[in-house]
Structures are given as C-alpha cells and as structure tokens.
Nanobody, 118 residues
C-alpha cells in the first residue's frame, strides 16, 4: 500500500486542521492505520491509530483534542485536530500495517507539515 498525506498548514493556537491520508492498493479495510509526528529536534512519536476493526487509540497528549477516523470506501483516514497548541507543531506522517500479519508500521506516507503559531 502507498500512502499520501495532506492537509497540513499554518494555524494559530486554538485553531483546527484536518489531515487526510489516501491509500492506494488493495485490502485497505484490513490495514491498521496510524498517525505519527516528528517535531523540530524531536523523535518521531505515535499520535493515534484506528485499527482494521475500527478500534481507536490516541496518545495522552492529544486525547480530547484529536480524532482519527477512516473511510474504507474511499481508502482514506483522517485526523481532525482541534484546540491546537504550539507543541503540536510537527511533520505528521500516516502509516499502515496489515492487521494480523505485520507487527511493524511498514508503510509510510511522505508527511505533511503542521505549524501552530502562538
């Protein structure tokens, strides 16, 4: 599967953005999908996942602010980001792994930059 993320941009603190990731290939519905991010000078970190089953999980720092969803009919996942903070500034990457077959996040998109100004 190949992934392409979009939707990043510059936003003021407290604002919102919606990231999108479109996947090409077969069996999208069987893939676990996730968003990761890498801020300036930081390690890449997990943000949120939506499993093939529909189960979701997000890291503590974004719970209540970010919502990840998927549309299997369109081969897409989304990350709705509300109440953005300057510390959310990062390049955001979508990732995929085949549910039940791959243990590691084996497929990555190119990243989309989110900049939150204070």
């Amino acid at each position: 599967v190949q992934l392409q993320a979009s939707g990043g941009g510059l936003v003021q603190a407290g604002g919102s953005l919606r990231l999108s990731c479109v996947a090409s290939g077969r069996d999208f519905a069987n893939y676990d999908m996730a968003w990761f991010r890498q801020g300036p000078g930081k390690e890449r970190e997990f943000v949120s996942t939506v499993r093939w089953s529909g189960a979701t999980f997000s890291t503590d720092s974004v719970q209540g602010r970010f919502t990840m969803s998927r549309d299997n009919a369109k081969n897409m996942v989304f990350l709705q980001m509300n109440s953005l903070k300057p510390e959310d500034t990062a390049v955001y990457y979508c990732a995929a792994k085949y549910g039940g077959r791959e243990r590691e996040w084996s497929h990555w998109g190119q990243g989309t930059l989110v900049t939150v100004s204070s």
